[in-house]
């Protein structure tokens, strides 16, 4: 008789099937740059005709610091500055970011098997099978994660957390916002002393600040760009404060929740009650008006039905928004003593609601850059039950369809003339 497969097996060996499927996605894709990556790649040239300097930082091509520029111009002896070849760099430090949230998970006595339920995050497979930017800057998040769960030499976890936030932040500019909440937050709670949270700033914030100081602002000037703030003049907001993103964000925060551990945001009766009257009150007043995976559903449906689809997922999502905050506040509450912890629930938070403050139109991939948080989040709620399985299953068709939709709209592009690009 053929033994019966843990739970945990089924789990990895799905894992390993989905990661093959993406893979192979990669390896098939177009062989020019797409959609942001054609916006972001002309960096790398950029770095290596200006080298590293004032003039590189002031010229940078997109909103993004130089992180990104730098790892695919570390790696062109491999990727030759082609695609599908620089494609295959997120992949790999994607790998290195579910591994050092593996080894944060089992120095926190939770299960490292659960971080391969990243995968079943639909997003996660457009910014890992695409060179975007958001994967470089989240692996030194996750990184300085896992420097902090180092509790027998405090000074180096504040020098390497303070270290790889900084990185972090030189690839995504919100997470500048790590240094001071890690040191306050640890000074507070986590047993560190001024001694600690001077080596965290010293080593977190010179050379973000630096980045900034140049470009006078929170975002680079770019060649021939003259706006300040976060938005270029002709897409700038009336209001300084977006709730319809914050609470999408919040939304999308709730949705890949619930496809890698719905017992987070399994609420009570006063939080269902709400949620409920969260429902009717969108529906009614239309305030939250979006469809997830619009690039995706424009292909397989017509517009009369994404209309229809609209409305529902509005509403679903406005409550999902809900019950991730009731739920990440909870969890916070009964952490609240624990510094490592309360620096999550935080982190993803303000993640979640950061999109509120950006005034261009909403994407999921800024949601995104609060993964390593939600996944360490996730492993406290995750029963090793066969449904894992089903919901990365899910997560994952979800994902290769969308991230197929990208490269098919594209291929048809640049087959009717449209240059991809590359670095020549």
């Known amino acids: 008789m053929t033994p019966k497969l843990s739970p945990d ?4 060996a799905g894992a390993v099937v989905v990661a093959g499927l993406m893979a192979a996605q990669i390896l098939g894709s177009p062989a020019a740059l797409i959609f942001d990556e054609i916006l972001h790649f002309p960096g790398v040239a950029l770095f290596q005709s200006l080298g590293p300097g004032e003039d590189f930082l002031r010229r940078l091509p ?10 695919h111009w570390a790696a062109l002896p491999l990727t030759a500055g082609t695609a599908p070849g620089v494609r295959l760099i997120n992949p790999l430090l994607a790998g290195l970011m579910l591994l050092a949230l593996a080894h944060i998970l089992k120095r926190r006595n939770q299960p490292p098997l659960a971080v391969v339920m990243a995968l079943a995050v639909p997003t996660v497979w457009v910014v890992t099978g695409m060179a975007l930017t958001e994967i ?7 990184l300085g994660m896992a420097a902090l769960t180092d509790e ?3 000074d180096r976890a504040a020098i390497l957390s303070g270290l790889a936030f900084g990185l972090a932040a030189l690839g995504r500019q919100p997470y500048v916002a790590m240094v001071p909440l890690v040191a306050g937050i640890f000074l507070v709670l986590g047993g560190w002393g001024w001694r600690q949270v001077v080596l965290h700033l010293a080593c977190g914030l010179p050379l973000p600040v630096m980045e900034m100081a140049i470009w006078k602002g929170f975002m680079p000037p770019g060649e021939g760009l003259t706006w300040d703030g976060f938005t270029p003049p002709a897409e700038r907001r009336a209001d300084a404060f977006n709730l319809r993103s914050m609470a999408l964000s919040l939304g999308y925060c709730g949705a890949f929740m619930l496809l890698m551990a719905p017992g987070l945001m399994r609420p009570g009766r006063a939080v269902l009650m709400a949620a409920v009257a969260v429902f009717a009150a969108n529906a009614t007043t239309g305030f939250l008006h979006a469809v997830p995976m619009t ?18 997922a509005s509403s679903l999502i406005a409550v999902l928004a809900w019950l991730f905050a ?16 309360v620096v999550v629930g935080l ?3 303000g993640i979640a609601i950061h999109p509120g403050v950006i005034a261009l139109s909403f994407t999921s991939r800024y949601t995104m850059m609060a993964l390593p948080f939600l996944v360490i989040m996730a492993a406290s709620a995750m029963p090793a039950t066969p449904w894992r399985l089903a919901r990365l299953g899910i997560g994952a068709a979800l994902g290769a369809v969308m991230l197929n939709s990208y ?3 594209w291929a048809a592009l640049l087959s009717q003339g449209l240059h991809g690009g590359g670095l020549r």
């Open 136 to 142: 470089p800057a989240m692996l030194f998040v996750a």
């Open 152 to 154: 027998a030499n405090r």
């Open 326 to 341: 009731a739920a990440t506040m909870s969890w916070l509450w009964r952490r609240r003593r624990d510094a490592f912890d």
């Open 347 to 349: 982190a993803a938070l």
């Open 9 to 12: 097996r089924l789990l990895l």
């Open 62 to 71: 997109t909103a993004v610091g130089p992180l990104y520029a730098l790892i």
């Open 407 to 409: 490269y098919t709209t």
């Open 295 to 312: 690039s995706a559903l424009q292909s397989l449906l017509p517009d009369s039905v994404i209309g229809l689809l609209a409305v529902a």
